[in-house]
């Protein structure tokens, strides 16, 4: 959820340097549909690895004291 909030806060309300948001909106206004598509994939690629990543840290370190017991 954190990285759709932050690329969400980017699209809408861009300060600075444009990040992910500002590359789908730049895409968008200009139907740049190929780059467009491909910048989607890739924050689906990187939602799913940031996911992954906190699941494992979660496993290795919360699963030690939960989960683990004998039912």
């Keep these: 959820m954190s990285v759709i909030g932050a690329i969400v806060g980017d699209f809408f309300f861009q300060q600075g340097s444009p990040g ?3 590359l ?3 895409y968008t206004l ?3 549909m190929d780059a467009l598509f491909m ?3 890739l924050t689906a690629l990187f939602g799913v690895a940031v996911f992954s990543v ?3 840290l ?7 004291w ?5 039912s």
């Design 54 to 56: 906190f699941a494992a």
């Design 20 to 22: 992910i948001g500002g």
């Design 66 to 70: 939960y989960g683990r017991g004998t």
């Design 30 to 32: 200009r139907l740049n």
């Design 24 to 26: 789908l909106r730049t």
């Design 58 to 64: 979660d496993r290795a370190v919360i699963g030690r």
């Design 39 to 41: 910048a989607i994939i």
